[in-house]
T-cell receptor
Framework: EPEVTQTPSHQVTQMGQEVILRCVPISNHLYFYWYRQILGQKVEFLVSFYNNEISEKSEIFDDQFSVERPDGSNFTLKIRSTKLEDSAMYFC???????????FGSGTRLTVV | KNEVEQSPQNLTAQEGEFITINCSYSVGISALHWLQQHPGGGIVSLFMLSSGKKKHGRLIATINIQEKHSSLHITASHPRDSAVYICAVMGKGAGSYQLTFGKGTKLSVIP
């Protein structure tokens, strides 16, 4: 079964440092998403990406965040200057043209110290 | 903005029991997902529904679009069903179809 792959599974970073979270979506999928889940809270939408540009973003996705699809296979989320409150599980997801086939990666647990 | 409510928040069941988890939402949707999250954190899609009912093994999901309500049933529950079950809805109309999530229902099945 095709998978969405996320790396690393766990990252610890100092406050103020930049981090890049990586995702490899399913190869024929067209829509890509980042979600986050702060410990004990519900999953929240960050950003969606289609046709090499952001299609929608939430209020959480401020200037500290950026996304990129640098090489046609990877999909990255960059946090420019991490804050303690950025500590969360970050999930990448992708889907094809149809609404079916929404697939999540296993997540990257980001800990900012 | 869609508000997604799940009940109950926590559920403890004896092995073999029939389990129901409920989800309601406030605004019309194009589809609803039931997801499973294990303690390690990964999310697995169980069902996507836009109408009616779906069954996969011991899991059954139903949706009533008019009532804005969905249920997830587990028959003959087993300890390996212990997980957090999350309802997530996909909006209507043009857009990227991002998901809006409920808080989840933590299920513990005791042998």
């Amino acid at each position: 079964e095709p998978e969405v792959t996320q790396t690393p599974s766990h990252q610890v970073t100092q406050m103020g440092q930049e981090v890049i979270l990586r995702c490899v979506p399913i190869s024929n999928h067209l829509y890509f998403y980042w979600y986050r889940q702060i410990l004990g809270q519900k999953v929240e939408f960050l950003v969606s990406f289609y046709n090499n540009e952001i299609s929608e973003k939430s209020e959480i996705f401020d200037d500290q965040f950026s996304v990129e699809r640098p090489d046609g296979s990877n999909f990255t989320l960059k946090i420019r200057s991490t804050k303690l409150e950025d500590s969360a599980m970050y999930f990448c997801a992708s889907r094809g043209e149809a609404l079916y086939g929404y697939t999540f990666g296993s997540g990257t647990r980001l800990t900012v110290v | 903005k869609n508000e997604v409510e799940q009940s109950p928040q926590n559920l403890t069941a004896q092995e073999g029991e029939f389990i129901t988890i409920n989800c309601s939402y406030s605004v019309g949707i194009s589809a609803l997902h039931w997801l499973q999250q294990h303690p390690g954190g990964g999310i697995v899609s169980l069902f996507m529904l836009s109408s009616g009912k779906k069954k996969h093994g011991r899991l059954i999901a139903t949706i009533n679009i008019q009532e804005k309500h969905s249920s997830l049933h587990i028959t003959a529950s087993h300890p390996r069903d212990s997980a957090v079950y999350i309802c997530a809805v996909m909006g209507k109309g043009a857009g990227s179809y991002q998901l809006t999530f409920g808080k989840g229902t933590k299920l513990s099945v005791i042998p």
